[in-house]
């Protein structure tokens, strides 16, 4: 059989977790096709848009 690996599901836990761990000012999350799947942080500060956009 040739099944491809499904991405895990990252939890809420795994994001807080990152944060605890992460010395940055934005913090962005990206899908293996390089699709952004949650950003925090001063996004409107550096890029001038919120992080929900």
Known sequence: ?????QPRR???RD????FALAAAEI??????DGRIRFAAGTLQTRL???AEA
Not at 1 to 5: F, G, L, P, R, S
């Open 15 to 18: 994001r807080f977790l990152t």
């Open 1 to 5: 059989m040739d099944e491809q690996a």
């Open 27 to 32: 913090l962005v999350e990206a899908d293996p």
């Open 10 to 12: 990252v939890t809420d």
């Open 48 to 50: 001038g848009q919120p």
